[in-house]
Structure formats: C-alpha cells, structure tokens
C-alpha cells in the first residue's frame, strides 16, 4: 500500500480526542511507509494530521479546488498541494492518487466524500478499502443507520461489511491490509438478502 487518502474535518470538533488520533494516524502513516493524500487545508482534523506527518518526514499530498484555496486555508506548508478545478476533480484525483480511504471525524463533506468511494467500490469501480476510523464512537449512529438500510433491504449486508470499522489508528491499518473486496453485485433481488 502506497497512500491512503483520509477524509476529514476543516474544523476540530469538539473533544480532543479527535484531534489526538488525526495527529496519531499521520504519525503512523510515515511509519509504515504509506503516504497521505487529504483535502490540503492548513485548519482543523485536517491540517493536524498534515502537520504530524511532515513532521515525522512523510509523504503527504494536499488537493483542493481553486475556490476552496482561500475559504479552506490552503496548507502552505505542503511541499505537493494540487490545485484543481472543482470538487469533482478532486475527489477523483484523490481517488487516482490513492490505494485505501479512511473518515476521520467530520462534517457532511467528509461523509459524502467516504460514502462515494464507497459507492465507487460497491459498483465494481474500484477494489480499494473504505473506512472508518471511529474515535469515541463518533461513528456509532451513522453505523447503525446502515444496519438498519441493510435490514430494509436496501444495502447487501456484502456491501455493508465492505467499511472497515477501527478505533485505534494502528488496528484500523491493519485491517485495511487485509481487506478483500465482495463479490456480490450492487442491486438487491426481492427475494435476496
């Protein structure tokens, strides 16, 4: 595994346990050799974890769209920031640049980022790890939800399992390692579950 692309917060939040572990995972990428791709901003859960990883000397590549350069606060810092056209562009060039995809804590672009990839792969685009790392269960509601779309029948519980769920940093690397994409396709029959 090359880099992992993390998703996360332009903002904090509000325990310091977020904090913590985007600090922790961009430490940890530069000690397994994996590089980081994220939305390049120099604020919040996102530039934290950009700042531990060029700290401990990683490899860490910043996109972000023109119009977010100002808003978002661009990473000056970053010695490879891509600047793109719009956030189509850089949600895929993310995704090109990248080999897993793990949500830190974070607000609606953070989950519509994760949950497209994770779509990408469900359709068969892509055979590449999502997931989510859950500090303090910040993900507990949002995983329940998707238990209850699968019991609805609108989720294959195949593509259910396919987000890979940790709460510490290091056992969520491991899990996406092991990672192995279903083989079931998207669309659920009336009588499948």
Not at 1 to 21: L, Q
Not at 48 to 63: C, F, L, T
Request: proline fraction near 4%.
């Amino acid at each position: 595994m090359r880099r992992i692309c993390v998703f996360s917060g332009s903002n904090s939040g509000r325990r310091s346990a977020y904090r913590e572990a985007a600090v922790s995972l961009g430490r940890l990428l530069v000690r397994e050799r994996i590089g980081l791709v994220y939305g390049g901003a120099s604020v919040g859960l996102m530039g934290a974890m950009a700042d531990a990883a060029m700290a401990a000397g990683g490899e860490v590549i910043g996109v972000m769209p023109q119009s977010l350069v100002k808003r978002e606060v661009a990473h000056t810092g970053l010695a490879d920031l891509r600047v793109v056209g719009s956030m189509h562009e850089r949600k895929a060039l993310m995704a090109e640049l990248s080999d897993a995809f793990v949500a830190l804590p974070g607000g609606i672009g953070t989950l519509e980022e994760i949950f497209e990839v994770w779509t990408w792969g469900q359709l068969g685009s892509h055979g590449k790890p999502c997931a989510f790392l859950n500090i303090e269960g910040f993900y507990d509601r949002l995983l329940g939800f998707l238990d209850h779309v699968v019991e609805e029948v609108f989720l294959k519980p195949a593509h259910r399992r396919m987000i890979v769920v940790e709460e510490r940093p290091e056992i969520l690397i491991e899990a996406i390692r092991g990672y192995s994409p279903p083989s079931v396709t998207k669309w659920v029959g009336h009588h499948e579950r």
